[in-house]
């Protein structure tokens, strides 16, 4: 199925609202709240979901919603749009620029278009299936990197592994040439743009790496999670994303 | 005694030269070698360092130079500067923007002048001893937080706590309310303008850290090692920052 150009326009409009609310905030007076989960929240990641909601149920209102900081909507509609207006909270409310607005849009259970926005440096990700990934407006390629060994690699935190997930990932991680950390969203937007070649996350919402699919597949690198498997809305959220097939495949036997 | 102007002056003109180069460089097709101890470096290190050292040498013949990435240079002198030109390295190779240049004045042991700049993003913190700090012109100030448990922290990375240093650091994380990572210098540089609340970090060398006593203090901050002694060039690389004195306190006993 061919992507309708207006949803990519319509992607890229919800992008800009949310980026203007965002800026707007970044480096002011912030306040935190805590969620359920002890996760922390600030007014600008509701506001910003708030306003690509009410976008979206004004231009179509029989598509459905999944978001990080509301309600779902309509989740069994064949249009699911999949919302994280601020991801990388932390980073955010630190005053480090590690964090971006995510939305995606899921065509009958297909990831069909990814956005990646880090509206305060100006920088936009579109990722949609069967194309190539623009950075800006410029297509981006992951790099060749075909050797673990040699591989630079980044992750938003240690914490995020957990049980025998911590030895998988510490396996990985001391065959690797170098590990990053605190990269969140920008990790998977690097990888795109070739500056990085491994992005292995745990814990992740759909929210979290929804919109990196097309982003990943459409720059030549490969999204899965830990196992090899493509990601589905209901994957457990180990991700791992590679430049190259070679590194890819290499990093599931190391997690294995 | 009082720093003269011109070297505020002149620091400044070192934080301007080496930003022109690491501006040129940043996001585009990097070469990393790899020193002696393992870590990357790239030509923007070494350009960066060597028109710093040129200026200081022209300018001030009898000054010592200590720098990252070149031999030192009469640095039995009254006025050492201590220069770190790429501060984050891995992530400045990897297209995120927590790095800066460190340029340091220390005037019979004391550590007198502490620029840090991130060239890329046009952002400027100035400390100098005895004077408050300023950050792009303006004055900053670290912010109120007197409980550990209510703390934000960050360190560059989990994997720089080593040995009986990863047990105190684990102590200390365990009572955060957040630890964040892959913040590098800028870590400081919020610290001091009240984004965050305390740095933990290990194995940093003088010109880790030498900017930043200044920058922090100028902000009503506090920054010593771990037993909370004041650093000198010869500390063994344990760095603690905070925000307050009563936040300080309890993190050298966490640590202890």
Redesign the interface.
């Known amino acids: 199925m061919e992507l309708e150009e207006d949803y990519v326009i319509f992607g890229e409009r919800l992008a800009e609202a949310s980026g203007k609310i965002i800026r707007e905030t970044f ?1 002011k007076n912030r306040v935190v709240q805590y969620k359920d989960d002890g996760s ?1 929240v600030t007014s600008a990641d509701k506001d910003a979901e708030t306003v690509m909601r009410d976008m979206i149920m004004v231009e179509y209102p029989n598509h459905g919603i999944l978001g990080e900081e509301n309600k779902s909507w309509q989740i069994g509609s064949e249009c699911l749009w999949v919302l994280d207006p601020i991801d990388g909270t ?2 955010f ?6 964090f971006g607005t995510l939305i995606a849009l899921v065509i009958g259970g297909r990831f069909a278009l990814g956005i990646i926005n880090q509206p305060v ?1 100006n920088q936009c990700w579109v990722g949609v299936a069967g194309r190539g990934t623009l950075f800006n407006g410029d297509l981006t390629e992951t790099r060749e990197c075909s050797e673990l060994g040699e591989a ?1 690699m ?1 992750s ?4 995020m592994f957990r049980g025998s997930k911590e030895n998988s990932y510490k396996k990985l991680s001391s065959i690797v040439k ?6 969140d969203c ?1 990790g998977y937007a ?1 990888l795109s ?1 070739g ?2 070649d491994i992005v292995c996350e745990a814990q992740l919402k759909p929210w979290d790496f929804a919109a990196h699919i097309p982003i990943i597949e459409g720059s030549g690198g490969i999204i899965t999670d830990w196992s090899g498997k493509k990601l589905t809305l209901e994957s457990s959220g180990e991700v791992l994303a590679a430049g190259t097939e070679e590194l890819h495949k290499q990093a599931v036997l190391a997690l294995a």
């Open positions: 480096n922390p932390k980073n409310a630190s005053g480090f620029y590690n440096l630079w980044c938003t935190t240690p914490n170098h590990s990053i950390f605190g990269s920008i690097m743009c500056q990085i």
